[in-house]
């Protein structure tokens, strides 16, 4: 049974299965589904499709290279049957398949050899140039946070850095139904410190539980 690869791709096109066109000169190309053979006739260029084979071979993330792949070219030379021989060929595919599957992850881990520090030194450079939009601490907060710390005998650097942690905090989650406090200057000069609930729902609430108080009362 020969196991032809795709034309376009490169993903192995089984027999009995995907598409087999035949051009005027009587050369056949076989592809391995529908997808490649629409691309191949829009006449695209495998080279530049990232989920071909023949992209990642030329962008270096396959194994082009390695005395395991010579043994799928093609062989078109007759040979007479021998059953020692076949059952000598069948262990070979085996052992060749084990070793090309090992080759291939050591070459995977080189070529993923760096990645973190890679995307560590690209997450610095952009929180870097946007320095700009991170939290920062005003004077008079800065100015508070040194005299606790002078008062407590720590480090400013600490108070701060859980300063900002804390505004973090509170500007990525809300809980819902918390309250917010504000400040409303009377008539007569004072303050008063007024809390509300999100959405207005505790004045509700408090109108409900005085209709029933007085329904209690009748």
């Not at 795709?6 to 190309?29: E, L, V, Y």
């Not at 070219?73 to 070979?92: G, S």
């Not at 990525?172 to 509300?196: H, N, P, S």
């Amino acid at each position: 049974m020969r196991v032809d690869n795709c034309f376009f791709c490169g993903r192995p096109a089984w027999p009995s299965k995907g598409i087999t066109f035949m051009r005027n000169d009587g050369k056949s190309f076989r592809f391995c589904r529908s997808k490649c053979h629409k691309n191949f006739k829009m006449k695209r260029n495998p080279r530049k499709l990232k989920w071909t084979k023949a992209y990642r071979k030329n962008a270096g993330k396959e194994m082009v290279v390695d005395s395991t792949l010579q043994f799928a070219a093609r062989r078109n030379v007759p040979i007479r049957y021998d059953r020692e021989l076949f059952a000598k060929t069948l262990k070979a595919m085996e052992r060749i398949s084990e070793i090309r599957t090992r080759r291939e992850r050591i070459f995977y881990k080189k070529r993923m050899a760096g990645k973190r520090a890679r995307e560590v030194a690209s997450a610095r450079k952009l929180v870097a140039e946007n320095e700009h939009l991170l939290p920062r601490l005003r004077g008079s907060e800065k100015r508070r946070l040194a005299e606790e710390a002078a008062e407590r005998g720590v480090a400013v650097e600490e108070l701060e850095a859980e300063e900002l942690a804390n505004l973090r905090i509170s500007k990525k989650t809300k809980a819902f139904g918390g309250e917010t406090r504000r400040l409303r200057v009377r008539t007569d000069g004072g303050v008063e410190t007024i809390t509300e609930s999100m959405g207005g729902l505790g004045d509700i609430d408090e109108e409900d539980d005085d209709e029933d108080d007085d329904m209690d009362t009748d």
